[in-house]
């Protein structure tokens, strides 16, 4: 009677510990684009009954991605391995985290991936798991590429890098890209999301005298978004302009510098507030890949 009323309570101990933990995750689409961030959002949720403390623990990190490729092969990590903090989570309380996976796992080939978290709880020594995810990567069509040099005064390594646009059909809308890279070594720096484009206007492209690039594209009816990337990969503007009694275009001024001509920004055709509430932005920015 008492070896199988232990039986049970060790059961019940293990059924308990299983649900002390749960996590969850999911992506924004099923589709990405090579090189593009792939961020994952990540719920975790404390059923302990009390406050815990998630840290890493002789040698074995906290928090974790498993990736496995579209025939079950699993997918290493990269140099720039994860490197999450230590967090508490008070009792019954649920956080997320946005994590992006494309610096810390080659999941740039074409083709499908299964992701699911894991957490390690070194109280117990007990690993939990989500559900697995599953996402696609695709490539988009080229539109639009040229190679230019790198000023001797840029903060850029290399000689060249080459700017590309680019456009996606997904299911709901049509897509624009802009990707930085350098063709001598293969590496590509980024992949950016530049947003929404209708595919009946071209996009404008034009390089000022530092080289970067300025995009003007039309995002919607009587919307134009304009955009400054930077050789490294950056958006350092993502303004949207509309229509008014001229569309905006992109010229040259005599100093050699891009502006934006017609149109209204979207800044100045919304009324003034006394006090403006901060905008901020929960998507990582993107660095260049080892």
Known sequence: MKRGFWACAVLFAATQAH????????FARLQYIAYESVIATVGITNLAG?????????GQAWFGFEVMGSEGQPISPTRDKLVQPPLRI???KRVTQKIDLTPHFAVHDLGTY??????????LNRFFYSPRKVFEVTDARPTWQRTVGIPADASAA??????SLLTNRFPNYTGIYVRVEDKDTGIVYATE??????????PEAQLDRENELHVLHCAGPRSWTYSRINL?????????????????RLFHSPEGEIVVKGGMAAEAAKPATANPAPKLSDRPRVLPKP
């Not at 649900?19 to 995750?25: E, F, G, L, R, V």
């Not at 999301?193 to 071209?202: D, T």
């Open 19 to 26: 649900a002390q933990i749960q996590i969850d995750i999911k």
């Open 232 to 248: 490294n990969g950056q958006v350092l503007e993502h303004t949207t302009f509309y229509e008014t009694k001229s569309r905006p």
């Open 114 to 123: 299964h992701v699911r978290a894991y957490i390690h709880f070194a109280d």
């Open 193 to 202: 999301s530049l947003g929404h484009i209708i595919s009946m206007y071209e």
């Open 158 to 163: 290399g000689n060249t890098r080459t700017y």
């Open 50 to 58: 009390r406050d815990v403390e998630l840290t890493d623990a002789d």
């Open 90 to 92: 008070e009792a019954g």
